[in-house]
């Protein structure tokens, strides 16, 4: 077997190394792993009997948007919910595989789904604050349902969520008012600061601009480039062009199949699968 020859060494590499440290070029420097929020492999999932996830491998990674697209029906919505066991009370579901968050079975014995829904938030198509509780009283339910009392801490996580869901500036003066009394943009960045008050490590979203005029969905994307320096983020979106603009790596799912997931601007320039070209040039869907 032939083997490259080995570059001629230079003058310089035959001189005797100098004390003083010196760092290694940018080229040679080690290459961190990216850590995986979602392990999941062979997942399958049936109403009754009707499959409707077929054997799913993927591993999202931590800390990116990664977009989930694909025609209706296709499983985009059952997949995001079984991320955080939303399917629990749905007489008739049944689940196979390997699913872990941060390197911890979801569906292991002894896990709580209460638990993995502090670690999980889900923020859905259609916003649901609750009609009577006020503004304040939305964001904090979590954190008293958890038994937090300390009002320090409490209004701590209001001001902090309320930022982080681009929000307070617009409810700052009124926090007592109800939620249901916000416009449809603001009833769900309400939304998105209720999840974030109990500091989950992802934040899933079903379709979260179907509902809204394109100025509100222009502030939920920009929210969302926001969350991603602390937050995983899995969204499901029909929108193609959402997709594009605010994800990382993006998921097309068909007929309840992971059909091909990798970089989003490779996804939309130059999928590897002619099913993936085909929905994305829009030739069907």
């Not at 001629?8 to 440290?21: D, F, T, V």
């Not at 670690?119 to 349902?145: C, D, H, W, Y």
């Not at 929210?223 to 603009?245: D, E, F, K, P, S």
């Amino acid at each position: 077997m032939s083997t490259l020859p080995e570059a001629p060494a230079s003058r310089a590499a035959k001189e005797p190394a100098k004390a003083s440290p010196v760092s290694l070029p940018v080229a040679a420097q080690p290459v961190a792993a990216e850590e995986i929020a979602f392990d999941i492999a062979n997942f399958n999932l049936w109403y009754g009997p009707r499959q409707a996830l077929i054997d799913v491998t993927i591993r999202i990674p931590a800390k990116k948007v990664t977009a989930i697209i694909g025609p209706s029906g296709c499983g985009k919505s059952t997949f995001l919910r079984a991320l955080n066991r939303m399917h629990e009370l749905t007489p008739g579901v049944r689940i196979d595989g390997s699913l872990r968050h941060f390197g911890e079975d979801l569906y292991g014995p002894g896990v709580q789904a209460v638990a993995i829904r502090r670690r999980v938030g889900m923020v859905f198509q259609k916003s649901n604050p609750f009609p009577t509780m006020s503004i304040a009283e939305n964001v904090l339910v979590g954190l008293r349902l958890n038994g937090v009392r300390d009002k320090e801490v409490l209004q701590r996580r209001l001001e902090e969520s309320l930022h982080m869901a681009a929000l307070w500036d617009e409810v700052k003066d009124h926090l007592n008012r109800p939620g249901t009394s916000l416009s449809g943009g603001q009833q769900q960045r309400l939304c998105i600061a209720r999840s974030l008050a109990v500091q989950p490590e992802t934040l899933l979203m079903d379709e979260p601009c179907s509902a809204l005029d394109p100025i509100a969905t222009a502030k939920i994307e920009e929210l969302i480039q926001t969350l991603r320096q602390t937050y995983t983020v899995v969204i499901v979106t029909h929108n193609m062009q959402q997709a594009a603009r605010c994800s990382d790596r993006t998921a097309f799912f068909y007929m309840g199949r992971l059909i091909e997931f990798d970089d989003t601007r490779k996804i939309f320039t130059n999928p590897g699968n002619p099913q993936t070209e085909a929905y994305v040039s829009g030739r069907f869907g």
